[in-house]
């Protein structure tokens, strides 16, 4: 793709936020030979275990951007799911045509980053805040807070001291909002952040060897509310508990609330500090505007129950990389940024169902009601309904 590479023109496309969807955006972008940057505020990598999930249409994406094989070298599979209470089955999901893999996201974030240096060494930008985004028109111009590059300033004719934080100006054919829940791009362009059914509060931890069954997803619901534990890269695996109101906890009060619930004691000593978070769902309306459109958290936040908001975010990057070539190549960027917005507006709200279905399933009950649950959970098992259940899990549809 030739593009106009004249001053006037800045960058081709200017991406707000690198994070997994970010991240992977831009490689793609890259690997037309566009001119992209990537503006991120955090001046290092963050070393968090968030996302783990990759579904088989987010490796087809990372298959895409070139580190597909590098993931599947590292990551753990998970093969069969299995939902069980007070230590029965209730039933179980076979995933040996499309497993899961799991890696935690940091891992996926690094080996992006390294795609994107081998492909446009200058691409990302860390340490820069963006603190504006405005459509022009004819381009998008981006306000920036550098803290890496010093300014220098002249105080009175003397020596020029160096100065952080000095407003500069960048611009861009088009700008993209991969900036996460709380978007500064999201306002920018007036989108409205609409709530969407589906909340919890949980805890999770990660327990460095595993005793728990390899290539296996364990859910157990119980009265108390879920219990899901999924296989790691080396042996490690991720708990994650419904807690009645998201608090800090501590390794020890973690470890009693699963053996309280479960009858299965997790050594506090070798699981690291649990987090505790909620889980809510929002979409942005609209998705684009003029030259800017949202991708990932900052366009939709999907509950991480069920593993879809990170998967569907490169689902996303990867229909903006095609609706950008559109807009590049035809000098058009409303009609293709608006198509892109109307598919992944349906998708979005889409995940959110299966999301929202999931937490109702894991949250706390008794009496009727559990033993209705736990007969529903059952029938979810027959093979009329396993398939679509799997396809759901599995993502695809997306």
């Known amino acids: 793709m030739t593009a106009d590479r004249s001053p006037a023109a800045g960058h081709d496309v200017a991406i707000v936020g690198a994070g997994a969807v970010g991240l992977l955006l831009a490689v793609l972008l890259a690997?037309?030979?566009?001119?992209?940057t990537v503006l991120e505020r955090r001046e290092a990598p963050s070393g968090r275990s968030r996302a783990i999930g990759i579904h088989t249409p987010g490796l087809s994406a990372l298959d895409a951007a070139g580190?597909?094989?590098?993931?599947?070298?590292?990551?753990?599979?998970?093969?069969?799911?299995?939902?069980?209470?007070?230590?029965?089955?209730?039933?179980?999901?076979?995933?040996?045509?499309?497993?899961?893999?799991?890696?935690?996201?940091?891992?996926?974030?690094?080996?992006?980053?390294?795609?994107?240096?081998e492909l446009a060494p200058t691409a990302l930008r860390r340490?820069?805040?963006?603190?504006?985004?405005?459509?022009?028109?004819?381009?998008?111009?981006?306000?920036l807070l550098d803290h890496e590059e010093p300014v220098a300033r002249s105080v009175d004719g003397g020596a020029p001291p160096s100065t952080f934080g000095v407003p500069r100006t960048r611009t861009a054919r088009?700008?993209?909002?991969?900036?996460?829940?709380?978007s500064m791009v999201r306002g920018e362009i007036d989108a409205t952040w609409i709530p969407y059914r589906g909340t919890g509060?949980?805890?999770?931890?990660?327990?460095?060897?595993?005793?728990?069954?390899?290539?296996?997803?364990?859910?157990?619901?119980?009265?108390?509310?879920?219990?899901?534990?999924?296989?790691?890269p080396g042996g490690a695996r991720r708990w994650v508990a419904r807690i009645p109101k998201a608090r800090a906890v501590d390794a020890e009060a973690f470890s009693r609330l699963i053996d309280r619930r479960l009858s299965l004691h997790l050594d506090p000593e070798r699981l690291s500090p649990p987090s505790t978070f909620t889980a809510r769902q929002h979409f942005a309306a609209p998705l684009a505007r003029g030259r800017i459109a949202l991708v990932g958290?900052?366009?939709?936040?999907?509950?991480p129950i069920g593993g879809q908001g990170m998967n569907l975010g490169w689902l996303d990057a990867i229909a903006l990389d095609a609706a950008i070539a559109d807009a590049l190549e035809t000098g058009r960027s409303g009609p293709a940024l608006e198509r892109y917005a109307r598919a992944r507006a349906i998708a979005a709200k889409r995940a959110m169902r299966r999301a929202a279905f999931n937490m109702a399933m894991?949250?706390?009950?008794?009496?009727?009601?559990?033993?209705?649950?736990n007969a529903?959970?059952?029938?979810?098992?027959?093979p009329a309904i396993r398939g679509t259940l799997t396809a759901a899990f599995t993502m695809r549809g997306l």
């Not at 690997?31 to 992209?36: P, T």
């Not at 209730?90 to 935690?104: K, M």
């Not at 340490?127 to 306000?143: I, K, M, N, S």
């Not at 364990?218 to 009265?223: D, G, Q, S, T, V």
């Open 297 to 303: 958290d900052a366009a939709h936040e999907v509950s």
């Open 67 to 117: 580190i597909g094989e590098a993931v599947r070298a590292e990551a753990s599979l998970i093969r069969y799911g299995v939902v069980l209470h007070e230590g029965k089955g209730l039933g179980g999901i076979d995933f040996a045509d499309a497993p899961i893999r799991t890696l935690p996201q940091h891992r996926t974030e690094t080996l992006l980053e390294s795609r994107l240096a």
């Open 174 to 182: 088009l700008a993209v909002g991969a900036d996460g829940v709380r």
């Open 376 to 382: 529903f959970a059952s029938s979810l098992a027959s």
């Open 127 to 143: 340490g820069v805040e963006v603190l504006a985004v405005r459509d022009r028109g004819d381009r998008v111009e981006l306000t």
């Open 362 to 373: 894991g949250a706390p009950l008794a009496g009727a009601r559990l033993k209705a649950r």
């Open 201 to 232: 509060d949980y805890v999770m931890a990660d327990e460095p060897a595993s005793a728990q069954p390899p290539e296996t997803a364990i859910l157990h619901l119980e009265r108390e509310g879920v219990v899901e534990s999924f296989p790691l």
């Open 31 to 36: 690997q037309r030979g566009l001119d992209v």
